[in-house]
């Protein structure tokens, strides 16, 4: 399949091991956080979300963090397994202002 | 259920050349994105549809690219004439709330 991105960061995680990617925001007013994962070929797909009046949401082996005194989130992966293998891209909004997205960051999973 | 479909899934024109993307979303979504994601990057946001009615158009190059969504439901996505930087995936996604679903894409690519 075609690739998403040739040139994005890339984080190289052994098969079990714990993910962590990480993302800067741009905009302090955004309220509404995302966190989508982009196989190649296909449409980026929804992961997990939080709201700026939370700092932390746990979903399936997923967990968001948000640092909101440093426009920080991060996106951390319990147990990554070969499927996690995809690029990863943040987005952020404020209200009903269009979705922004990160740079993205490519995990590799090594089998 | 089933997913945002697109077609095509890719297409090859020369520049000045016309082309055109067809979507239809999910059953039932009232709103309609169309994206562009250039190699490397994250989406980025040209229109979203309520229903029939444009919400945002304010990053659409409406000296070349047009929309519509006449009925409220599929969407087609015009660009005439294509420039060489016209050359990335353009996602549709759809969403009944904040969640938003993507299509696979299709590829373009302009020489």
């Known amino acids: 399949g075609e690739s998403v991105g040739l040139h994005l960061p890339t984080l190289s995680v052994q098969e079990g091991d714990n993910s962590i990617i990480n993302c800067a925001y741009s905009?302090?007013?955004?309220?509404?956080f995302i966190w989508y994962k982009q196989e190649s070929g296909k449409g980026p797909q929804f992961i997990i979300d939080?709201?700026?009046?939370?700092d932390k949401r746990q979903g399936q082996r997923v967990t968001v963090l948000l640092n909101k005194t440093v426009k920080h989130l991060s996106l951390q992966i319990a147990a990554t397994q070969p499927g996690d293998s995809a690029v990863y891209f943040c987005?952020?909004?404020?209200?009903?202002?269009?979705?922004?997205f990160g740079k993205g960051t490519r995990l590799s999973v090594i089998a | 259920e089933a997913g945002v479909a697109q077609s095509p899934r890719y297409k090859i024109i020369e520049k000045r050349q016309s082309v055109a993307f067809w979507c239809n979303p999910i059953?039932?979504?009232?709103?309609l994105y169309w994206y562009q994601q250039i190699l490397g990057q994250g989406p980025k946001l040209l229109i979203q549809?309520?229903?029939?009615?444009?919400?945002?158009d304010s990053q659409l190059p409406k000296d070349r690219f047009s929309a519509e969504r006449l009925k409220g439901v599929d969407s087609t996505l015009k660009i005439q004439p294509a420039k060489l930087e016209d050359s990335a995936v353009y996602l549709c996604?759809?969403?009944?709330?904040?969640?938003?679903?993507f299509g696979p894409g299709t590829r373009l690519t302009v020489t």
């Open positions: 996604a759809s969403s009944s709330n904040y969640e938003q679903y």
């Open positions: 905009n302090s007013a955004s309220d509404y």
């Open positions: 939080i709201r700026s009046n939370m």
């Open positions: 987005a952020e909004n404020r209200g009903n202002t269009p979705l922004v």
């Open positions: 059953s039932g979504h009232a709103t």
């Open positions: 549809f309520q229903n029939n009615g444009v919400v945002d």
